[in-house]
């Protein structure tokens, strides 16, 4: 293998708070080999990045595969991020400010290497080879204790001049609304979060609702006890998720309107809630579109689920570096 048009093989890196998940990828997209690390941000940045290098190392030597056989590193980190230089710029669940990740582990493991925010990989990488596949334009929700999401159109992601784009959790969708960690008032974020759920639920025990919920601490509510309310039959916790969906419904509708985005991918925890979910996206949505008719427009859960983040980066580096 010395020709370039020979190398095949990606690694794809996902940087979580909490663990880290590397991957051997095909050009294919397909997963080879696999594996997760803690990633201890308790710990200065750099010896995290090292201790990323040394596994992925580890994954090449156990695959026999050599460094000069890999296109390029693919490295999905929480943001915000300038893909450009390689930084990460400032990620509070880190606490990283300024860690030239790129400039660090090349130093370690001698390959080219593409840095973007990691729900960003994640939707590229159900656009490559998941639930988004075939689409024009699609957009991806990740639903967990925030939202996140990205945005692939024209056959590649969108990141846009500042690199930042598709912060689509901070889409302010109704200017009255609970204010949201990052300080605006009414992001979809702070109506489609799991905290959301559960701030909506403490709301429905407060007002004295008859809900199979009052009979919890109030500090054991969390959004996984709402979802379960919800599926044994309890109407307020159903209510609450319809609550939830109507605000994404919303907020897609915003971007047909803006993008004609047809596809919409619901991915993270939360989209487990799906069944109580789906109607009231679709309603949401149809009550606020003009551009398109609702009948040509998908909302589908993702399909890549927690690998999601590893095969996107692998593709970004195919992306960057291929042919
Ligand atoms: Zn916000």
């Known amino acids: 293998m010395s020709a370039d ?14 663990d880290t998940k590397l991957g051997l990828v095909s050009d294919a997209g397909k997963i080879l080999d696999q594996m997760k690390i803690p990633t201890r941000a308790d710990k200065p940045a750099r010896d995290v990045i090292e201790r990323i290098a040394a596994a992925l190392k580890k994954l090449l030597k156990r695959n026999r595969v050599q460094p000069a056989d890999i296109l390029g590193i693919g490295f999905g980190s929480p943001g915000p991020l300038s893909t450009k230089r390689g930084v990460v710029i400032d990620t509070p669940n880190l606490g990283w400010k300024n860690v030239p990740v790129r400039t660090w582990l090349r130093e370690l493991i001698d390959l080219p290497m593409v840095l973007h925010n990691d729900a960003n990989a994640a939707a590229y990488g159900e656009f490559w080879k ?22 692939c159109l024209n056959n590649d992601l969108w990141v846009g001049p500042g690199e930042n784009a598709a912060e689509l959790g901070h889409m302010v969708i109704n200017f009255n609304g609970p204010q949201c960690p990052c300080g605006n008032y009414g992001c979809l974020e702070a109506h489609a979060s799991a905290k ?24 054991d509510v969390t959004a996984k006890r709402v979802f379960e309310a919800a599926k044994a039959g309890d109407k307020v ?82 992306k960057e570096f291929g042919a």
């Not at 998941?130 to 945005?151: H, K, N, P, Q």
């Not at 559960?198 to 004295?208: D, F, K, P, Q, Y």
């Not at 427009?297 to 095969?311: D, M, P, S, T």
């Open 5 to 18: 048009k020979s190398k095949t093989l990606l690694l794809g890196v996902d940087l979580g708070g909490t």
């Open 130 to 151: 998941g639930a988004g596949r075939g689409s024009e334009v699609m957009v991806l929700y990740t639903l967990g204790t925030g939202v996140g999401g990205g945005i």
């Open 196 to 219: 959301a759920v559960v701030r909506n639920a403490l709301g429905e025990i407060a007002m004295g609702r008859e809900t199979s919920l009052r009979k919890l601490k109030l500090e």
């Open 237 to 318: 916790a159903q209510r609450i998720f319809h609550r939830v969906g109507w605000a994404l419904g919303l907020a897609s509708g915003n971007l047909v309107n803006i993008l004609n985005a047809e596809m919409f991918v619901f991915g993270g925890a939360m989209s487990g809630a799906w069944e109580f979910l789906y109607d009231a996206i679709v309603e949401g949505c149809r009550a606020s579109i003009l551009a398109m008719p609702i009948s040509k427009i998908k909302f589908v859960r993702a399909q890549l689920g927690e690998n999601a983040g590893i095969i996107g980066a692998a593709g970004l580096a195919l």
